[in-house]
């Protein structure tokens, strides 16, 4: 059974930074692509970041370029996603996304790529 567990999340001011972790298990991590997708209320599900199998391949959303950064361990098995400068917009449940590829260049842009997803993390900036 595959399980990813988020961790990190809390409540901090306007400026302030989180750093979440996501450790799989059950699953192959360093043949997976992984990604941070987040849902706010009343919002669709989007994707915040994603990374390939190889961690040399990146992308992120334009609200969080500059601010958050992407990465992965795959001897531990965790992806990070480190968030800095936070804004009350980027107030959501965070959840942590992976897929089992052999696409060197696969990063999840698209929940519909998404094979497991976690339970998720919520983060709450306030003004």
């Known amino acids: 059974q595959t399980l990813l567990a988020e961790s990190g999340g809390g409540s901090v001011q306007a400026g302030g930074s989180l750093r979440l972790s996501c450790t799989a298990s059950?699953?192959?991590?360093?043949?997976?692509?992984m990604g941070w997708f987040r849902q706010a209320p009343g919002k669709e599900r989007e994707v915040v970041s994603c990374?390939?199998?190889?961690?040399?391949?990146?992308y992120y959303t334009d609200s969080v370029k500059g601010r958050f950064t992407i990465s992965r361990d795959n001897a531990k098995n965790t992806l990070y996603l480190d968030m800095n400068s936070l804004k009350p917009e980027d107030t959501a449940m965070y959840y942590c996304?992976?897929?089992?590829?052999?696409?060197?260049?696969?990063?999840?842009?698209?929940?519909?790529?998404?094979?497991?997803w976690g339970q998720g993390t919520q983060v709450t900036v306030s003004a």
């Open positions: 990374i390939n199998i190889g961690g040399g391949s990146t």
């Open positions: 996304a992976a897929t089992r590829t052999t696409l060197q260049t696969l990063c999840l842009v698209n929940q519909r790529l998404v094979d497991y």
């Open positions: 059950g699953l192959a991590f360093a043949d997976a692509a």
